[in-house]
């Protein structure tokens, strides 16, 4: 159908009449009495699955109750009683989780709720209910693996949850060494005999089964069975089994012997195959590689002794293989059979590598901030007593000065005074003038008092520096899936060494930004890279005893193993580094008294910060162009 339309079903004796409605008209005609729709998925089945729209009545739409219960198979049963059958419903997987849309629908209330439903030993942990929007919404949480079932009769909708179910081949490989787990499909018999002979009971399993049965002439011997409505494929089984004995089928036609005598046959017919395949004549085919290497493939497709002593080859014991690297050629000779295996196996390794490219980002930012205040302060005077002069200044320069002028004053005129003034370095009592690291000047502002008999010298001085940096790094560059790549760019410092025997040379460090990468493309279409990313700078130059100077590198790396989404910027680490300092020079006792001791002090503060940051962003290269794919 393409869509659910109204049907009326009847009983007519032992046949049941079922009649479909116009699509056309059904929307003029009463609501179908049952109407059923069902979507079974697997954990990997198709994200949505929607149920046609049905046909539209009216009548008020609302969720009438809704139960959970578990299923005699261990499945989860989730329930919704609808007060109307014809509530479109969209059922779809969503990551883990299933989601229910009744649309058009509402939840009371006491309905909206979250049910805890571990203890029911299913595969749903939990279900909620809830309204949104103009729906109402079933949100259910099963452990995966899981595979659900949805359908619909009258106004009842009905969700399960189950594992899903082992495969065909995983229940054969199970029932190979366990009958128990072996399941059987055969028309059900009873046998019943004592001492019968084993060719007389398959002669009857033939004739119920319709089966032609083949019987080699070692089979011999008795057995005696009951067996009660048991299928009849199980009852072959066992008799085989007690009796030793193997079957093996073609068709219609079904041979029997013994186990020993069936796999000896088996082994006499491979053994011939390889007689036969022996005397084939070989052939020799040239195929040319686009894109593997020649040389690597030969290598595979050669043989390999191995640990055993045995030889792991996918030629024949008279093939042989051959690369012949300039054309990129592979010269191979074997039995035809072989070489149509080769050359399929060829055609699947003989694809193009996807590409990466690999961009990296490697920042460094600096925030810069200093602040030095200081001041020159000196005081020079001179008196005359009773007993001499009196003098004062900066330094012992500065008084010296003074007195030596006033002695060479008495010498000539008999009168100390007029004495000399020191020079203004010798009159400085304080020297703390501010003192940049950054080396740039500062401001200053001078005063000076000048009395009779003294001089007041004063210097402020100060200076703030502020200061941001960023240095950016953009190494990139394309590799092959699983192939490592390197760029580096940089330099060499160069310095000089003395040995023992006082020879100079010359010696090299490398200061270098460096990407070294090795991708791996993943089925899903993401990145794992193994990254190694440096980044050095010239340090210091460090002394040696021997004389001279080695620089030093300040190094910058990360190693690391990442998984990311193609196109998706990934931070790999950062540093982050701050350094505060805070310096007061000062002369003692006069630099604490309050206010004035600022004339007797000088403050710096500074304060460094570095922070490191290092992207990278994997793009996917579309094959056979340099082109980004899309994500």
């Given at each position: 159908l393409a869509q659910l339309v109204p049907y009326q079903m009847q009983v007519q004796g032992n046949a049941v009449l079922l009649t479909l409605d116009n699509a056309g008209t059904a929307s003029a005609r009463t609501p179908p009495n049952s109407a059923a729709a069902s979507v079974k998925a697997a954990a990997k089945s198709r994200p949505s699955q929607s149920a046609p729209a049905p046909v539209v009545t009216s009548g008020p739409r609302n969720i009438s109750d809704l139960s959970f219960r578990r299923g005699p198979a261990g499945q989860a049963v989730i329930t919704v009683k609808l007060s109307n059958p014809s509530i479109p419903v969209d059922v779809r997987q969503e990551g883990n989780q299933i989601i229910a849309d009744f649309q058009g629908a509402t939840l009371s209330k006491g309905q909206q709720r979250r049910l805890d439903v571990t203890d029911f030993a299913t595969p749903v942990s939990a279900v909620q209910a809830l309204n949104r929007g103009n729906d109402a919404r079933l949100t259910i949480d099963p452990t995966p693996p899981f595979e659900f079932l949805a359908y619909q009769a009258d106004n009842q909708y009905v969700i399960e949850v189950r594992p899903p179910q082992k495969s065909k081949e995983e229940d054969d490989k199970a029932a190979l060494f366990d009958m128990s787990k072996k399941k059987y499909t055969g028309d059900l018999l009873s046998l019943n005999f004592q001492d019968i002979e084993v060719r007389a009971i398959l002669q009857i399993l033939a004739d119920?089964?319709?089966?032609?049965?083949?019987?080699?002439?070692?089979?011999?011997?008795?057995?005696?069975?009951?067996?009660?409505?048991?299928?009849?494929?199980?009852?072959?089984?066992?008799?085989l089994r007690t009796k030793g004995l193997t079957m093996r089928q073609n068709g219609n036609v079904v041979f029997i012997a013994p186990t020993e005598e069936i796999a000896a046959r088996e082994k006499l017919e491979l053994e011939s195959r390889k007689v036969v395949e022996d005397l084939v004549p070989l052939r020799t085919e040239v195929i040319q590689l686009n894109y593997a290497k020649a040389e690597d493939v030969a290598k595979l497709l050669q043989p390999e002794r191995g640990k055993d002593n045995n030889t792991r080859n996918m030629l024949s014991p008279r093939g042989e293989i051959n690369a012949y690297v300039p054309t990129n050629t592979l010269v191979i000779k074997d039995v035809p059979d072989k070489l149509t295996e080769i050359r399929k196996l060829?055609?699947?390794?003989?694809?193009?590598?996807?590409?990466?490219?690999?961009d990296s980002r490697v920042v460094i930012a600096s925030d810069d901030y200093a602040r030095d205040i200081g001041v020159r302060f000196g005081v020079t005077g001179v008196n005359q007593t009773s007993n001499g002069i009196n003098a004062l200044s900066g330094s012992l320069a500065g008084t010296s000065t003074i007195v030596n002028s006033a002695v060479n004053n008495l010498t000539t005129t008999g009168q100390p005074f007029p004495v000399a003034v020191p020079p203004l370095a010798e009159r400085i009592g304080v020297p703390l003038p501010a003192a940049p690291s950054g080396g740039g000047a500062p401001a200053k502002l001078a005063m000076a008092i000048l009395g009779a008999d003294y001089l007041v010298d004063l210097e402020l001085s100060a200076l703030q520096t502020e200061g941001k940096g960023e240095i950016l790094s953009n190494p990139r560059v394309v590799t092959t899936d699983l192939k490592k790549a390197t760029i580096v760019q940089g330099r060499q410092i160069p310095y000089s060494e003395v040995d023992d025997q006082g020879q100079v040379t010359t010696q090299f460090k490398d200061a270098l930004l460096k990407l070294e990468v090795t991708p791996q493309i993943t089925p899903d279409d993401r990145v794992r890279m193994d990254l190694v990313i440096s980044k050095d700078d010239v340090g210091v130059n460090v002394p040696q005893a021997t004389g001279g100077f080695v620089p030093s590198i300040d190094k910058r790396e990360v190693q690391t193993q990442v998984l990311v989404n193609n196109g998706e910027t990934v931070v790999l680490g950062g540093v982050f580094e701050q350094n505060k300092n805070k310096g007061n020079d000062k002369v003692p006792l006069l630099g604490d008294i309050p206010l004035l001791g600022y004339l007797f002090q000088r403050n710096s503060t500074n304060t460094i910060k570095r922070e490191l940051l290092i992207f990278v962003t994997p793009q996917i290269l579309k094959e056979g162009s340099g082109a980004v794919a899309e994500r």
């Open positions: 119920f089964t319709g089966l032609n049965i083949v019987v080699s002439d070692t089979v011999k011997g008795n057995l005696t069975l009951r067996l009660q409505n048991v299928p009849w494929d199980q009852a072959l089984d066992i008799i060829i055609a699947e390794l003989d694809t193009p590598a996807r590409q990466v490219m690999i």
